[in-house]
């Protein structure tokens, strides 16, 4: 199965956290609360997950890598 999870928002109701960091990549519980959702989906048999990022997406890429 195939997921995609939207993180292209600004995260303004985060700021400041999210001024220099984009939202999925704030900890919580000493991981990214990005990989949480992965791990969750993964879990669910999700094997295909696409990101769609834009604020500050390339962080969210250098963060994950690709695979």
């Keep these: ?3 995609m999870i939207l993180a292209a928002g600004r995260g303004e ?3 400041p ?9 704030l900890p919580v519980a000493d991981k990214p609360l990005i990989v949480w ?5 993964a879990r669910a048999g ?3 997950i ?3 990022h834009a604020y ?3 962080q969210i890429e250098q963060a994950l890598g690709d695979g």
């Design 50 to 52: 696409v990101i769609n």
């Design 37 to 41: 959702h992965i791990e969750a989906l």
């Design 17 to 25: 956290l999210t001024d220099h960091m984009p939202k999925p990549l």
């Design 46 to 48: 999700f094997e295909d």
């Design 13 to 15: 109701r985060m700021r």
């Design 1 to 3: 199965m195939r997921a």
């Design 56 to 58: 500050l997406g390339e």
